[in-house]
């Protein structure tokens, strides 16, 4: 049980960063604590699969239309699809090394404005994206909570050539599968157990609390994606045998990026904040083999500029726990 909490505020760090809040509106991983699994496993392996489509432009804090702020292009709709392979060792001691690897399919959409005149443009894009590595160290009581320290790097190991449009333009710095950056990250975070409603006594449910941040270095163009800040609160719900309810409050504030060389890109076009809740549904199907889904939906967003923006996030995901 103690190494559950270190996985759970982990892992919100290993999700790649990507180009998240970018003024061309790609995103690679949404504000999330992917949810434990049962049992104190040494080795842990995970698949899953992130479906971000952003398609709503957004001013400020309200719904608006496509170009609603002109500017050098206006975004239409960029869609992500991020399947994410996770691999974790744990040693008795306390300390948990993670390292993350996604593989990223991306559509992205916009209208380009020049010489009076508009211009539809559309990329296709997949490749390997950044790798992230984690070490974790765990801090136990033996009253009361779990407590825990995350420090993580970003390795610029994704596909940093952007794809080409049917003129032969690459896509923008801000929305390449490979960043091009190194980048930092940090958190900390704490589990408390907590008597679960309407069940027997002696049946509990955790209450986690994780703050995290990022910063990011310059990498395609000189572009630098903006510093952000997470923090999430999360439990579940026993419903049944193997059957667990899952729910989370999200919450994301992110820096404007600065786009170095990118002249094509607007600084003003990104960062933001965002508050999210995200319900899901985990199945320890079969012992040390996890099932689950979560869907993220904004309850409360505010952009910088104009910017397109998800309605929701959907993540399914495996994990396969070895003790």
Request: hydrophobic share 35%.
């Given at each position: 049980?103690?190494?559950?909490?270190?996985?759970i505020?982990a892992l919100?760090l290993v999700?790649?960063g990507?180009?998240?809040?970018?003024?061309?509106?790609?995103?690679?991983?949404?504000?999330l604590?992917?949810?434990?699994?049962?049992?104190?496993a040494?080795?842990?392996?995970?698949?899953?699969?992130?479906y971000?489509?952003q398609?709503?432009?957004?001013?400020?804090a309200?719904?608006a239309?496509?170009?609603?702020?002109?500017?050098?292009?206006d975004?239409?709709?960029?869609?992500?699809?991020?399947?994410?392979?996770r691999?974790?060792?744990r040693?008795p001691?306390?300390?948990?090394f993670?390292a993350?690897?996604?593989?990223?399919?991306?559509?992205?959409?916009?209208?380009h404005?020049?010489?009076?005149?508009?211009?539809?443009e559309?990329?296709?894009?997949?490749?390997?994206?950044?790798?992230?590595v984690?070490?974790?160290?765990?801090?136990?009581r033996?009253?009361?909570?779990?407590?825990q320290?995350?420090?993580?790097?970003?390795?610029?190991?994704?596909?940093?050539?952007?794809?080409?449009?049917?003129?032969?333009d690459?896509?923008e710095?801000?929305a390449?599968?490979?960043?091009?950056?190194?980048?930092?990250?940090?958190?900390?975070?704490?589990?408390?157990?907590?008597?679960a409603?309407?069940?027997?006594?002696?049946t509990?449910?955790?209450?986690r609390?994780?703050?995290?941040?990022?910063?990011?270095?310059?990498?395609?163009?000189?572009?630098?994606?903006?510093?952000?800040?997470?923090?999430?609160v999360?439990?579940?719900?026993?419903?049944?045998?193997?059957?667990?309810?899952?729910?989370?409050?999200?919450y994301?504030?992110?820096?404007k990026?600065d786009?170095?060389?990118?002249d094509?890109?607007?600084?003003?076009?990104t960062?933001?904040?965002?508050?999210?809740?995200?319900?899901?549904?985990?199945?320890d199907?079969?012992?040390?083999?996890?099932l689950y889904?979560?869907?993220?939906?904004?309850?409360?967003?505010?952009?910088?500029?104009?910017?397109?923006?998800?309605?929701?996030?959907?993540i399914?995901?495996l994990?396969?726990?070895?003790?």
């Amino acid at each position: 049980m103690s190494c559950r909490v270190v996985a759970i505020a982990a892992l919100c760090l290993v999700l790649p960063g990507g180009s998240a809040g970018a003024n061309c509106g790609s995103e690679s991983s949404c504000p999330l604590e992917p949810p434990a699994i049962r049992g104190d496993a040494r080795f842990q392996f995970e698949v899953s699969q992130l479906y971000i489509d952003q398609d709503q432009p957004m001013v400020g804090a309200d719904d608006a239309a496509i170009g609603a702020i002109p500017g050098h292009h206006d975004e239409v709709r960029t869609v992500s699809r991020v399947t994410n392979v996770r691999g974790a060792v744990r040693t008795p001691q306390g300390w948990a090394f993670r390292a993350t690897l996604p593989y990223i399919h991306r559509t992205h959409e916009h209208i380009h404005h020049h010489m009076g005149e508009d211009h539809y443009e559309r990329w296709n894009d997949r490749g390997v994206g950044d790798l992230d590595v984690s070490v974790t160290r765990e801090f136990r009581r033996d009253q009361g909570g779990r407590y825990q320290a995350t420090l993580g790097v970003n390795a610029p190991t994704g596909k940093q050539r952007g794809a080409e449009n049917e003129d032969g333009d690459p896509i923008e710095a801000s929305a390449r599968i490979g960043t091009g950056s190194w980048g930092l990250t940090a958190s900390t975070g704490a589990e408390w157990r907590l008597r679960a409603p309407g069940r027997d006594g002696d049946t509990t449910m955790p209450l986690r609390l994780s703050l995290s941040g990022r910063a990011n270095g310059r990498g395609v163009e000189e572009y630098r994606h903006g510093a952000e800040a997470q923090a999430h609160v999360s439990t579940e719900y026993p419903v049944a045998g193997a059957v667990a309810a899952l729910l989370q409050a999200n919450y994301r504030v992110r820096a404007k990026d600065d786009v170095g060389d990118a002249d094509q890109e607007e600084a003003s076009n990104t960062g933001g904040a965002a508050l999210y809740v995200t319900p899901g549904l985990r199945v320890d199907a079969l012992s040390g083999l996890s099932l689950y889904g979560l869907v993220q939906l904004p309850v409360w967003e505010r952009v910088n500029g104009i910017q397109v923006v998800a309605t929701m996030n959907v993540i399914v995901g495996l994990r396969r726990s070895i003790l």
